[in-house]
């Protein structure tokens, strides 16, 4: 409802104050990026010239070459080659979203279609790992890892990640509301449990699917304790930690050319999914959340 | 809540579970179990004896100077890390919500620190930071301020506040966004012609509407703080300089696997799992609520 008397509730064309608020907000949002992605663009002595430029030099098929093919410079060593490390984050983003979604929805479907002794308390040990997440178990943790030879593997960098509280709740509380009459009717047809979870269930999921694959590909890919934990040697190394490896803390030099080339290939493939999944990745972290 | 209509299979099931399950009680609740076992044992240094020692393990810990400041320390972090996302993401959703054409975009391109890592988002700022080349740090030597969080703690706190801060702004934005659209019209229509100015209106009207959702992102935001920045603080400071930046999640790594110390190391974990089960009880409680309401 507009109305003219009360101009204040619909500000007119007018009122700057809130489009030159959200204008320093958004600039505050992306001037790292920007100032990363021209570093990224840049040789290092003309990011050593202070103050560095703002606008991109000429060296970015250079830097990016560098980074991809040979790595960066580690202390005295050079990381493994850049894309070795976006393969083993994609490796482990993937794994872990779709692993999590599989057996969650799977738990969820057990939980909510049938009746069996100890359903609740199986379902109640799924919601507890909420409350334990790495960070509060990390010594044992590595043994159990240890103990089964599953230090720097593929194996051990994701299927301890894949249990998901987030996802089987997220499931559960959908699968409440599929309507009871089609359970029936399913049955009535002589569909089994599984033929009803194929042909009925999974296409229903479709949207939580993709909403939870936004949220879990985030997940894996921005790990950073666990693979520090488990991928200690080089050739399993994440893109996350190896760029984490390219800054010097002792304050030794640091080829910040290399570094930011790096930042930006280790935020380019999350910030992509979630620009170009948008829809889902809003409904994910909603929906995630209740 | 349950079906009245289910499947009668016996076994079937327990092989829906298992997998789950087993991951969560191998990669899960035994290595819980054996923290919480561990934080009542006292190995010597060398690794030959164990001796059961009871509580006195936490008692050492909460005794113990450097762990109350890293405590302090981190409840500093946690307030500035909360505030500084929490507040310029409230300020947003209420300038966007008024914009209305182009909030999608704005949407967009503020959500974009979200998705990237806590060590990423940490390397960038320290990147402007960077005492003798950030573009930040750059022109604060020119105002003649002495700036290096190499050497400054404070300096350094400033930084992984900020990067942390930073990632987290989209995320309360989106909340706040879409708790101020469900605000009735109609509410802020009849304040103000009651004559209620814009400034009253929010905080009488849109504010006490909006807290259960500042609540929730409380909460959300602490639980951040506390538990998703050890990125942040290991890619950017390790901790220093000296120990100006542990926190504790970054303190019971360092104990249990740099300084080898596992009974203090485990209590530690111990203590964050009861503050990771009390952020998560809170959490779950209060959207009850939030579903009634």
Redesign the interface.
């Known amino acids: 409802m507009t109305s003219p008397v009360l101009p204040s509730l619909k500000p007119g064309r007018h009122n700057l104050i809130p489009h030159l608020v959200v204008a320093v907000g958004i600039a505050i949002t992306a001037f790292p990026l920007w100032v990363a992605f021209v570093a990224s663009t840049l040789s290092n002595p003309e990011i050593a010239q202070a103050p560095m430029p703002l606008l991109p030099g000429n060296q970015a098929v250079a830097n990016y070459g560098e980074a991809l093919v040979q790595g960066g410079r580690s202390g005295r060593i050079l990381t493994p080659p850049v894309w070795e490390m976006m393969l083993n984050s994609t490796v482990m983003a993937l794994t872990i979203a779709v692993g999590k979604i599989i057996i969650s929805i799977l738990s969820a479907y057990a939980v909510v279609f049938f009746r069996f002794p100890f359903r609740m308390a199986f379902f109640w040990m799924i919601f507890i790992t909420l409350m334990l997440p790495v960070e509060v178990r990390i010594v044992p943790t590595i043994q159990v890892i240890t103990n089964l030879n599953m230090m720097n593997s593929y194996a051990g960098l994701t299927i301890p990640l894949i249990a998901s509280a987030t996802a089987t709740l997220l499931f559960r509380q959908f699968f409440m509301t599929i309507p009871d009459e089609l359970v029936e009717a399913a049955q009535i047809d002589g569909a089994g449990p599984m033929k009803f979870f194929r042909d009925i269930v999974l296409p229903l999921s479709v949207t939580n699917i993709a909403a939870l694959f936004v949220i879990l590909f985030l997940y894996g890919w921005n790990q950073y304790l666990w693979p520090l934990l488990i991928g200690t040697d080089a050739r399993m190394q994440t893109i996350v930690i190896g760029m984490s490896k390219m800054i010097d803390s002792a304050g030794g030099p640091t080829d910040w050319n290399m570094v930011m080339a790096t930042a930006i290939l280790a935020l380019l493939p999350p910030v992509l999914v979630v620009v170009l999944m948008q829809r889902w990745f809003v409904k994910g972290l909603v929906e995630t959340e209740k | 809540?349950e079906?009245?209509?289910?499947?009668p299979?016996?076994l079937?099931?327990?092989l829906?579970?298992a997998?789950?399950?087993a991951?969560?009680?191998?990669?899960?609740?035994?290595?819980?179990g054996?923290?919480i076992w561990?934080s009542t044992l006292l190995q010597d240094p060398l690794g030959f004896s164990v001796q059961f020692v009871g509580l006195e393990n936490f008692e050492a810990v909460l005794k113990d100077p450097a762990y109350l400041a890293t405590l302090q320390r981190t409840f500093l972090f946690s307030f500035g890390v909360t505030a500084l996302a929490m507040v310029?993401a409230l300020?947003?959703a209420v300038?966007?919500d008024?914009?209305v054409r182009g909030a999608t975009a704005?949407?967009?391109?503020?959500?974009?620190?979200?998705?990237?890592?806590?060590?990423?988002?940490?390397?960038?700022?320290?990147?402007?930071f960077?005492p003798?080349?950030g573009?930040i740090a750059?022109?604060l030597r020119f105002l003649g301020i002495d700036w290096n969080p190499?050497i400054d703690g404070t300096d350094a706190m400033i930084v992984v506040v900020i990067a942390s801060a930073?990632k987290q702004?989209?995320?309360n934005f989106?909340?706040f966004l879409?708790g101020l659209q469900s605000i009735p019209?109609?509410l802020?229509?009849a304040a103000?012609?009651d004559g209620a100015t814009?400034v009253r209106r929010f905080w009488t009207i849109v504010f006490p509407l909006l807290s259960p959702t500042t609540f929730?992102l409380l909460v959300?935001n602490i639980t951040y703080a506390f538990?998703d920045t050890?990125?942040v603080i290991?890619?950017?400071?390790?901790g220093?300089p000296g120990k100006s930046t542990e926190v504790l999640?970054y303190k019971?790594?360092y104990d249990?696997?740099i300084a080898q110390d596992?009974g203090r190391?485990?209590a530690q974990?111990?203590i964050?799992?009861v503050i990771?089960?009390g952020l998560?009880v809170i959490q779950f409680r209060y959207?009850e609520r939030r579903v009634h309401y």
């Open positions: 809540m079906r009245k209509v289910v499947y299979q016996k079937l099931p327990y829906l579970v997998p789950q399950i991951i969560t009680l191998v990669f899960f609740f035994w290595p819980a054996q923290a561990m310029p300020l947003l300038m966007v008024r914009v704005y949407r967009t391109i503020l959500v974009i620190p979200y998705a990237i890592a806590p060590a990423v988002a940490g390397a960038l700022w320290l990147f402007l960077q003798s080349i573009t750059y022109p190499r930073w702004i989209g995320y989106l909340f879409a019209k109609s802020l229509e103000a012609i814009e929730f959300i538990f050890f990125g290991h890619a950017v400071t390790q220093g999640i019971a790594w249990g696997l596992l190391s485990s974990a111990v964050l799992m990771v089960i998560t959207v």
